[in-house]
């Protein structure tokens, strides 16, 4: 019971600090924070879904599954992330509100739905574990990044549209010129796999020593 107690009161803190961590890195990342207030709120109504989804088929959280909220922060924004930047983009080339909004879900939405889907079929398999605490976490996770990714997909253009659409739409934000920081890599490709290839298997090698520990 106390273990439990103090998981409780740590995923609720650890909830809080990665959402305003989420935030304050999509602010920076972006330029601006309307976008990332945007996503943001969209990621929360997708996670009170996702908490909905989570009555209905499980009905209780555990020890294991209660981390399922900073899951879906850190996994769920990613769909918004994928969505807000394809779209400045578009709108840095002059396109209008509506076009842009309309050639992001063409071109991002697909991509965004496939790497949903991939990410809850691994959450889903964890289901088949005959640990409860796993199995559980597998299911509603699983489920709740969809719920996100369906948030991401159909609500923030709707509010995206309202906003940028009104006076506050008027200056559009400038995202980190991350292509500059990459552009070095690009030029030498050969070099970059080979130290990819050296380093990963260089990593690699920390397996061996990997154990599991069973004690809860």
């Not at 943001?40 to 909905?52: D, I, P, S, T």
């Not at 209008?96 to 691994?122: H, Q």
């Not at 991350?178 to 030498?188: G, S």
Request: a positive charge; hydrophobic letters at 50%.
């Amino acid at each position: 019971n106390d273990e439990m107690r103090s998981s409780q009161s740590s995923m609720l803190w650890a909830s809080v600090v990665s959402m305003i961590g989420v935030g304050l890195l999509f602010v920076a990342g972006f330029g601006g924070a309307r976008h990332a207030l945007i996503a943001n709120a969209v990621l929360l109504v997708g996670m009170a879904w996702a908490f909905g989804y989570a009555t209905l088929t499980v009905g209780h959280l555990n020890i294991l599954s209660v981390t399922f909220t900073v899951t879906m922060i850190g996994i769920g924004i990613d769909y918004g992330v994928y969505y807000v930047a394809r779209y400045l983009q578009l709108r840095s080339e002059q396109r209008s509100c509506e076009e842009s909004l309309l050639e992001t879900a063409r071109g991002a939405g697909p991509a965004i739905t496939a790497g949903a889907i991939t990410t809850a079929v691994a959450f889903f398999a964890a289901g088949f574990t005959s640990f409860k605490g796993v199995a559980e976490l597998g299911i509603i996770a699983g489920g709740g990044l969809l719920l996100c990714a369906l948030a991401e997909l159909v609500l923030l253009p709707a509010c995206i549209y309202l906003v940028d659409r009104s006076g506050w739409g008027v200056r559009m934000p400038r995202p980190l010129g991350v292509h500059r920081w990459i552009a070095p890599f690009l030029k030498f490709p050969r070099f970059t796999l080979l130290a990819t290839f050296v380093f990963t298997v260089a990593a690699s090698t920390g397996l061996g020593r990997l154990w599991y520990d069973n004690n809860l």
